[in-house]
């Protein structure tokens, strides 16, 4: 299956120019040409397959749940298409090669080509929607690459955004639409969708799908009124504008109509719609591409106003009218491709493009004035070229086209219209450019480009020549792809002479007009003038201007910089949601029967209530409301006793100590009251919000307590002995059943503790010297008591720690709460004896001890796997030693020595470094500063 | 049997007079009347209340699981080592705050050498929030 | 006879607890409230005591044990904030 | 070849540990026994280097009676103070009372300290930075002298005996 | 007895949520420690309140829920490496700032309302 390599060889076509930019350029010219050749012949490597009436197609299930394939199908439509991309493609980088300046990065400048080309070969050739829209937006951000390539150029960034903003809302546009299309045809297959043309129209959301689809075909395509982007384009290198805004980018939404033809166009809804848009387009492009003076200007309105012609033949839908589209496509392709090259030949050549400037170049460079004038006639519609029999048969289809009922006549005279307006400005092009007599000579003296650098603009001009004379060429490629949108195939004959019909003769005033109109455009340029110009730029920039001053304002509004505002945003959302969920409540009390309270619960309640509002009471004097807060502390882990949750109890008193310490040290840097600055009101506001949130949580829990749930703890309890080992199911589920979690959990500690560490360090704070009170501090730094006692406390805390971390196991304790004890046991040494004394005799490092931990424990999940056991499988045994009894051992115990590691760790990394933070600078003597 | 009744009557005074003991030293701590009195309240009384009531415990659980089991004097054991230090080091913080003592205490403890009580006040920084 | 001396030794405990609460709130000055809250520490090892004799347990012996241990260390630790400010230097 | 100074520093305090942990395991098993006494050789080889020089105990048996009699005072203090907190018609003597050590060792000066702050109505308030005074805060004294002699004939007395002579 | 739990929780988060909107720093870690306890306290009685019904296994009884106990446990060390964290923050705040203000800023309480 070869499909799949043409996307392929263009997709290495993007990487070949980057390693070969050492090489020359030369060289990397024809490297990264290589590809894409290869790929053109594997392209006509299809031909036959397709004439012999088969559809090669490619599929490959790359996100099924989202009906994403990687599927590509090469029927005559993509067959036309690619050949045009690959083909012209190919001539662009051969004109690059010479139009680039030599300190220009050609390599990058091919890699975005090729990768333009990727993505539109990627458009052509999706035989899945969504794959198609992923290309179509890979194309958008690419030619926004190539677009705004010049990047030192305002004008190219500006043009270069504008573009992108444009395609890019577009395709979001289009995705919404297709995701419906989609939808209707039950899948993103696109041959499942080309089938199902009927459930399609059939469906409700069928306008608004037409219209998103449209949508991203219009901005893409440049129709009126998203065409504006188009012009600004021209910031673009030509050889960019030459292939983007003429053969390929542009076409892409004329492509995506044309695809989706057959399912969903017919409707009068697509009618009106496009051949409207289409016409409107015609006229206007035509219109402004006569006004212009600069040459890629006058090339990008024509390209407009061409782009609308196909537009309109697309709307009409008939099938001479598509064939006229894709003819149209084929031809605009040549010529103005062409076009745009020797615009560009003219731009190197003499340095400018501006019409004023230029004039009697026939003389200085003949054969570009030749050339020129060839594409030109094809553009006009000029008889005996190719551009003649598109017009020709657009005007034939205008003519014949029902549309607008009682007012079909408009469609022709406006094709007709649009017909002038072309010759003129065709007329205009070759004129004022070749033969009228320069009024300022060009900054550069102009003479012949390259020989080799002219070469792709003959080809197309003599492709141009060629299919006008004998159009019987054009009609093998043509077949195959009109075929692809009607699905079934048509009979037809390109011929030059029709006999004396109403085409012709629209041809003919066309013509005629055409030159009275240029003959006299001076008088319509001061018509022209009358008119401000409205430079869509302008439009645009205001418009993202305006957007962004918006959004800045509503930020402004809603994120000033306050933390406490942003909390009390928090806690309104909250209590709203919280009372919401409350509210949905058939009561609030459940069915379990709720219990009696007794005389120490009370007591217990009442002091905690007494700590918490005291706290609060008292928080402007910081150290009274540390003790009501350890009160508080102290009675929470009562409480967790009188609940039967020893291992919580003993938790909770040791980080009490460890916390209250942490705040004593904090509080030393920190001020020792809080000045009294809330206004009335703010403490009002907040009283009130933490009150009604108070009482959600209060209700909640109520609500919890008086319900039964059934939870998964039965399990644990069944298993804790036969599948852990363990007595005390809650270290049980600590070490082994959850021991995941707790990896996460010490890991988390571990970290907290480096953070910390790192946020420490260089900190200078302002150590005061004296208390509140403006007392000095006691001169005694190290009371003997405390010393003595601290160093007579040390073993048996090590010894307690020990105890705990060994029973935990089986009765309550475990490595968390040794851990603790471990360290607060440290932490007296440090208080008693100081920071530098205790780093002496210490010969570890704190962070190492934790990271050891967190490494025993991983690795001790790890080991399960050794024998072939999931992550974290303990495992454990009962082994009998004579005359000392039974010892059970089990790895758990192993993770929990990793919990223990890292908690005493990660608990001194904290304190030990805070304490640390005076020692380097703390005047042994009090010394006034 | 007696012998039950006489340990029940044992453990059940030793619990109360814990109880008494330790309502005591708070007591003390509540309406003694400078600080250094107070001090002595929790010091003492409390700590011999803990004892009572542990030992009450010991026996009780001698009495239900059978063996002897004196662990609870560990708790002794630790409160021996930490009330003194509590008490040493909060006096001496009363001393470095210069609290104010009742005025028929005899002997002068706050003719501490001067590098012992720091020299003259100085003004603390955190008035009005640097 | 010994549930009512459970009890009573109780309401003497809660009692104490109680003058704990007033003399933490009322100071007067810091090292009182240390004292009351020290004094609240050491109280609620009896009542740890008094629990395990009710339930008729040991399982919470360890949280006394703790406490004996380690509850004096905060208090330490207030001490030596109010001594010297730094209380790890 | 191994002293048994450098792997058992200190007999006293391993025997302590040992004890300890059967305590707190509450068995009297062959397992606990070595478990004890192997962290009880581990633990102060672990921490000795956080202790002072440590004063050995020169007769252990007058440690023990030391301690008993401490044991005998603590009762004794306590019913007194207690009753000092709730006789309605108390009539306290405070005093604060220099009190000049004879002992100098620090670990000995914080025994002395605590099992002052243990005993009659009196707690330990300050040392002095020279280390050579202790101010006493006592609840009730009728004569300070009385009060100095009692304290370093009951307690200084064998503790300087017990460690230091 | 329910109800009076959830009435005490219902006050300690209350104060909690208070103090973390005070303007200082201090205050709202103060706040940030008592919205744990409240927290904890709450999710441990997910599991219903037991009454000696410690879970250690030794034949049948009624146990009181080990998972509430074991997620706690290790929110109860979690909490405090976010309070230190914070208090660090905190520190660190006033170390580069100069003032202790949650805001970095003095005096703007009143603009913030």
């Not at chain 1, 540390?626 to 909770?652: C, E, I, K, N, Y």
């Not at chain 1, 040791?654 to 403490?683: C, D, H, W, Y």
């Not at chain 4, 026994?33 to 004063?55: E, K, M």
């Not at chain 4, 018609?89 to 025994?111: C, G, H, K, N, S």
């Amino acid at each position: 299956m070869i499909l799949p390599w043409i996307p392929l060889l263009a997709l290495l076509g993007v990487v070949v120019p980057l390693l070969t930019r050492q090489r020359g350029r030369r060289f990397c010219s024809l490297a990264t040409a290589a590809p894409a050749i290869l790929a053109l012949l594997l392209v006509f490597s299809q031909v036959p397959a397709l004439l012999a009436g088969d559809l090669p197609r490619f599929q490959l299930a790359w996100v099924p749940q989202l009906g994403l394939d990687l599927a590509f199908r090469l029927d005559g439509l993509s067959l036309l298409f690619v050949s045009l991309i690959l083909g012209i493609g190919l001539l662009i980088l051969l004109y690059a090669h010479y139009y680039l300046e030599a300190h220009e990065p050609f390599a990058r400048f091919y890699s975005f080509l090729m990768l333009f080309m990727l993505s539109m070969v990627g458009i052509v050739m999706a035989d899945n929607l969504l794959l198609l829209w992923l290309f179509w937006e890979l194309t958008s951000l690419s030619s926004f690459l190539l677009i705004g390539f010049w990047s030192h150029w305002t004008d190219a960034r500006k043009g270069a955004r504008m573009a992108l903003t444009v395609t890019g809302a577009g395709g979001l546009a289009l995705l919404a639409g297709l995701l419906l299309l989609g939808d209707m045809a039950g899948s993103f297959d696109l041959g499942v969708v080309l089938e199902s043309r009927e459930a399609i129209l059939a469906d409700p959301r069928y306008p608004l799908m037409l219209v998103l689809v449209l949508l991203g075909a219009f901005t893409k395509s440049a129709q009126f009124p998203f065409h504006f982007w188009l012009p600004h384009a021209m910031a673009a290198p030509t050889p960019v504008s030459a292939y983007l805004h003429s053969a390929t980018m542009v076409k892409a939404g004329i492509f995506l109509m044309a695809r989706l033809h057959p399912a969903i166009a017919g409707s009068e809804a697509w009618e009106l719609i496009v051949t409207l848009t289409g016409m409107a387009t015609l006229l206007y492009g035509a219109w402004f591409a006569l006004l212009k003076t600069d040459l890629k200007a006058i090339l990008a309105f024509s390209t407009v106003s061409h782009l609308g012609l196909i537009t309109v033949l697309l709307g009409i839908g008939s099938p001479l009218a598509i064939l006229a589209a894709l003819f149209h496509i084929l031809n605009h392709a040549t010529f103005k491709a062409a076009l745009f090259m020797s615009a560009g030949i003219i731009d190197h050549e003499t340095g400018t493009r501006e019409l004023g400037r230029l004039g009697g170049l026939r003389r200085a460079m003949p054969v570009t004035a030749l050339l020129t004038s060839l594409t030109a006639a094809a553009m006009a519609g000029v008889p005996l070229f190719n551009g003649f029999l598109s017009k020709e048969m657009f005007f034939a289809e205008a003519a014949a086209s029902p549309l607008l009922g009682g007012l079909s006549w408009l469609l022709p005279v406006l094709a007709t219209l649009g017909g002038i307006l072309s010759v003129a400005y065709s007329l205009r092009l070759v004129h004022a450019v070749f033969f009228k007599p320069a009024r300022k000579a060009p900054p550069k003296s102009p003479h012949e480009p390259p020989r080799l650098m002219r070469a792709p603009v003959e080809l197309l001009a003599a492709l141009c020549v060629l299919v006008g004379l004998l159009p019987v060429i054009a009609e093998v490629p043509l077949g195959l792809a009109v075929e692809a949108v009607l699905l079934t195939p048509l009979e037809f004959h390109l011929a030059i002479w029709h006999g004396l019909n109403l085409p012709l003769l629209m041809s003919v005033i066309a013509l005629i007009a055409g030159v009275l109109l240029y003959a006299l455009h001076a008088h319509l340029r001061q018509f022209g003038r009358q008119f401000s110009p409205m430079d869509a730029r302008l439009i645009f920039e205001g418009a993202v201007q305006r957007l962004m001053t918006w959004s800045e304002r509503l930020t402004v509004r809603l994120e000033n910089g306050s933390l406490q505002r942003y909390m009390s945003w928090l806690l309104g959302a909250a209590l709203l949601l919280g009372a919401i969920g409350l509210l949905q409540l058939p009561s609030l009390a459940g069915a379990r029967p709720t219990q009696e309270a007794d005389g120490i619960l009370l007591l217990g309640a009442a002091l905690m209530i007494f700590g918490a509002l005291g706290t609060v009471a008292t928080h402007r004097y910081r150290l009274i409301s540390l003790l009501m807060l350890s009160v508080v502390g102290l009675v929470v882990s009562l409480t967790f006793a009188r609940f039967s949750a020893p291992d919580l109890a003993l938790t909770q008193l040791s980080v009490e100590v460890v916390t209250m310490i942490l705040l004593m040290l904090a509080l030393f840097f920190l001020p020792q009251k809080t000045p009294r600055e809330s206004s009335a009101g703010r403490n009002i506001r907040d009283l009130g919000l933490a009150a009604s949130l108070g009482m959600v949580v209060a209700s909640l829990n109520y609500a919890v307590l008086t319900r039964d749930n059934h939870g998964i703890s039965d399990f644990f309890i069944a298993n804790s002995v036969p599948g852990g080992g363990g007595h005390n199911v809650v270290n049980v589920i600590l070490v082994d059943f959850r021991g995941f979690d707790t990896l996460g959990e010490i890991t988390v500690l571990a970290l907290a503790g480096l953070a910390i560490f790192k946020l420490l360090n260089r900190l200078r704070l302002f150590m005061p010297h004296s208390d509140g009170e403006g007392r000095v501090w006691s001169p005694d730094r190290y009371p003997l008591i405390l010393t003595s006692v601290s160093q007579a406390l040390l073993p048996l805390a090590l010894l307690v720690s020990a105890f705990i971390f060994l029973r935990g196991h089986n009765l309550p304790g475990g490595g968390f709460i040794a851990g603790l004890i471990t360290a607060v046991a440290l932490i007296l040494v440090y208080m008693a004896r100081g920071v530098e004394w205790t780093q002496q005799r210490l010969d570890f490092q704190y962070q190492p001890v934790a990271i050891a931990g967190v490494a025993i424990a991983t690795l001790t999940g790890l080991g399960s796997w050794l024998f072939g056991r999931p992550f974290l499988t303990s495992a454990f045994g009962h082994f009998h030693i004579p005359a000392i009894g039974d010892i059970e051992l089990a790895t758990a115990m192993l993770f929990d020595l990793g919990v223990y590691l890292a908690v005493v760790g990660a608990t001194l990394m904290i304190l030990a470094n805070l304490g640390k933070l005076t020692t380097p600078h703390r005047p042994s003597k009090e010394e006034k500063h | 049997m007696t012998v039950f009744v006489l340990l029940e009557g044992v453990i059940s005074l030793l619990l109360i007079a814990g109880g008494a003991f330790i309502f005591i030293g708070s007591l003390g701590m509540a309406h003694l009347r400078d600080f250094y009195m107070r001090l002595h309240g929790p010091t003492k009384a409390t700590t011999l209340g803990i004892g009572c009531m542990l030992i009450a415990s010991m026996l009780y659980f001698w009495v239900t699981e059978g063996k002897p089991d004196i662990q609870e004097m560990l708790i002794t054991l630790f409160l021996f080592i930490t009330a003194p230090v509590t008490a040493h080091l909060l006096a001496k913080t009363g001393l470095h705050q210069k609290l104010r003592h009742a005025d028929k205490t005899r002997g002068k403890p706050l003719e501490l050498r001067p590098e012992e009580v720091g020299e003259k006040p100085v003004p603390h920084p955190d008035r009005g929030h640097g | 006879m010994l549930d009512t001396a459970l009890w009573i030794s109780l309401t003497l405990v809660l009692a104490a607890l109680a003058l704990n609460v007033y003399r933490l709130t009322v100071g007067p000055d810091m090292p009182d409230r240390l004292l009351a809250l020290d004094t609240m520490y050491v109280n609620s090892i009896a009542l740890i005591v008094l629990l395990g004799l009710w339930l008729n347990t040991k399982t919470y012996f360890e949280a006394a044990l703790l406490i004996a241990m380690l509850g004096f260390i905060s208090t330490v630790a207030v001490c030596k904030y109010l001594l010297r400010g730094d209380i790890i230097e | 070849m191994i002293t048994p100074r450098s792997w058992l520093p200190t007999p006293l305090l391993t025997i302590l540990l040992l004890v300890v942990w059967l305590l707190l395991v509450r068995s009297l098993s062959l397992g606990h026994i070595l478990l004890g006494g192997l962290l009880g050789v581990l633990i102060p080889l672990a921490t000795r280097r956080f202790w002072d020089a440590q004063p050995h105990v020169q007769k252990p048996w007058l440690l023990l009676r030391f301690a008993l009699r401490v044991l005998g005072d603590i009762i004794v203090a306590n019913l007194q103070v207690s009753w000092l907190i709730i006789n309605p018609w108390r009539r306290m003597r405070p005093a604060f009372v220099e009190y000049p050590l004879m002992l100098e060792q620090r670990f000995t000066i914080t025994l002395l300290a605590n099992t002052i702050s243990l005993t009659p109505g009196t707690v330990s308030a300050n040392l002095r930075m020279d280390g050579k005074t202790l101010l006493i805060h006592a609840l009730d004294v009728e004569d300070e002298e009385a009060l100095i002699a009692e304290i370093r004939e009951r307690y200084e007395r064998p503790l300087k005996e017990i460690y230091e002579c | 007895m329910e109800s009076l739990y959830a009435v005490t929780t219902g006050v300690l988060s209350a104060c909690g949520l208070f103090l973390t909107l005070r303007g200082r720093t201090f205050p709202v870690v103060v706040g940030l420690t008592l919205l744990s306890y409240a927290v904890n306290l709450f999710l441990f009685s997910m599991g219903g309140l037991t009454t000696d019904g410690a879970v250690i296994v030794d034949g049948p009884s009624d146990y009181a829920d080990p998972l509430p106990q074991a997620l706690v446990l290790t929110a109860i060390v979690i909490g405090f490496a976010m309070t230190a964290f914070a208090v660090i923050l905190a520190m660190r705040a006033r170390g580069d700032l100069g003032n202790d203000h949650v805001d970095g800023e003095d005096n703007r309480e009143d603009r913030a309302s």
